[in-house]
């Protein structure tokens, strides 16, 4: 059975870009509500939030235009992968970074990027066109985003997202 049986929704067009950046929006609210305080932040608050915005643009026409439906080994060996990018130093540095006070709205975006790749990942993996699994992810991000790293929720989570690849690659 490949995670195309899975999912009758199965598929990645372009109406997945504008999704993919809309549900990253909320999560970026608090540092664009940052920016809005500062002294110039009336008028540099909404370029803030366009740069952000367009990476992640970029980043959801790099998974469109490279999205092939994966088998279902395909399918595990990418959740198993997401799942240890969420334990790797780089998943860390970029969320610590994601938190940070940053002036750039693309540099902002890039680190959220870099932070969200496990969890853009698992969506790909399983099914990009389900709004349900867009929101717990979208829950995900917002909350890596407002919170502390903390291993008694981070190290079970990357474990789970792992134990996921692993039964479906072998289904």
């Given amino acids: 059975m490949t995670t195309a049986d899975m999912s009758p929704s199965m598929g ?14 909320p999560s970026a609210v608090p540092a664009i509500a940052r920016r809005a305080r500062e002294r110039d932040g009336a008028l540099s608050a909404p370029t803030f939030a366009g740069t952000y915005l367009g990476v992640w643009v970029l980043a959801g026409l790099v998974a469109v235009i490279i999205y092939r439906p994966p088998s279902a080994a395909v399918a595990g060996a990418l959740l198993i992968a997401a799942g240890l990018y969420e334990l790797s130093p780089l998943k860390r540095e970029c969320r610590r970074r994601c938190r940070e006070r940053v ?23 399983l099914d990009p066109m389900s709004v349900p699994l867009m929101c717990a992810i979208a829950a995900v991000v917002l909350a890596q985003k407002l919170l502390p790293p903390f291993c008694a929720v981070d190290v079970p989570l990357a474990l789970l997202i792992v134990g996921l690849g692993v039964a479906v690659a072998t289904t």
Avoid: D, H, K
Avoid at 12 to 25: H, Q
Avoid at 103 to 125: E, K, P
């Fill in 103 to 125: 002036r750039s709205g693309a540099r902002f975006g890039v680190y959220c990027v870099g932070s969200s790749l496990g969890l853009m990942v698992v969506l790909i993996a």
């Fill in 12 to 25: 990645m067009g372009l109406a997945s870009v504008p999704m993919m950046a809309a549900m990253m929006l």
